[in-house]
């Protein structure tokens, strides 16, 4: 489209924009990125961009949590929906960015406590023996699941004890890991 106006640029058509302009996304992004439109195309889809209020947003945001989402899905759903108006901000689509202004929701921490060796032994005790390697591999590793099922023989340096991490495995999607391996 040509010929466009700041009354006819609909959130949705700001999100397809955005999403054809990060040819950079890991796949398991434009996954997490497809689903956070199927929750927000509802409510925002049709609506010009220029009417979207902070009101509006702030609304959204609580009625997700109300829904039953964590916090830190309905912050993700929203940090999204805050770059899809970023960018037209940037183009000079709209003025402001109506979920700039929206107060995340607090995220409680997880505090990280791994298994005892006792712990350990009990989980490998109750384990099938079909599963008791990958357990040991992520209890002795800190490599995360996803890592572990992408791994391949080649990854395995067995004369220097090492293993090279260099993809994740999410949703049946392989790339490249969060954190580079050293």
């Known amino acids: 489209k040509l010929f466009r106006t700041r009354e006819t640029v609909t959130f949705e058509q700001a999100a397809s924009e955005y999403l054809e302009a990060r040819a950079d996304l890991k796949a398991a992004s434009l996954n997490n990125y497809n689903n956070y439109l199927r ?5 925002f889809g049709e609506t010009p961009l220029h009417t979207i209020a902070e009101v509006d947003a702030q609304k959204y945001l609580n009625s997700s949590r109300e829904t039953g989402f964590s916090p830190k899905h309905c912050n993700e759903i929203l940090r999204f929906a805050k770059s899809v108006c970023a960018v037209q901000v940037r183009r000079g689509v709209i003025n402001h960015n109506p979920f700039a202004g929206v107060k995340l929701l607090r995220e409680t921490s997880v505090e990280i406590d791994p298994f005892t060796q006792e712990e350990l032994k009990s989980v490998m005790e109750g384990s099938p023996d ?8 992520l209890a002795y590793t800190g490599m995360r699941p996803a890592e572990a099922f992408a791994l391949r023989w080649h990854d395995v340096d067995w004369a220097k004890s090492e293993i090279r991490i260099s993809k994740a495995r999410v949703k049946g999607f392989e790339d490249s890991p969060k954190t580079k391996s050293r």
């Open 130 to 137: 079909r599963w008791k390697p990958l357990f040991m591999l």
């Open 39 to 43: 929750h927000l195309l509802p409510v």
